[in-house]
């Protein structure tokens, strides 16, 4: 299991790597900014997938986040 400064830094990373580095922070200071009801954004803010697939698609963004850094 990891910890929640690994899990931090997975999340910039794939932000960054989605959104690129000045998006990534404006999507952080909007949900700093605005008011954010996690419960709805979780039913309607994600693709409608079953979890491995969108597991998947998550760890492919790391991977290529990854290569996007060595």
Same mark, same amino acid.
């Given at each position: 299991?990891? #910890?929640?400064?690994?899990?931090? #830094? +997975?999340?910039?990373? @794939?932000?960054?790597? *989605? ?5 990534? %922070?404006?999507?952080? *200071? @909007?949900?700093?900014? !605005?008011?954010? !009801?996690? +419960?709805?954004?979780?039913? +309607?803010?994600?693709? !409608? #997938? !079953?979890? %491995? #697939?969108?597991?998947? $698609?998550?760890? $492919? *963004? ?6 996007? *850094?060595?």
């Amino acid at each position: 299991m990891r #910890t929640e400064a690994e899990i931090r #830094t +997975t999340g910039m990373q @794939a932000l960054i790597a *989605a959104l690129g580095l000045v998006e990534a %922070e404006r999507f952080i *200071a @909007a949900l700093s900014r !605005d008011k954010f !009801d996690y +419960t709805q954004w979780r039913r +309607t803010g994600l693709p !409608d #997938t !079953d979890i %491995e #697939t969108l597991a998947e $698609q998550a760890n $492919q *963004a790391m991977r290529q986040a990854q290569q996007k *850094a060595s």
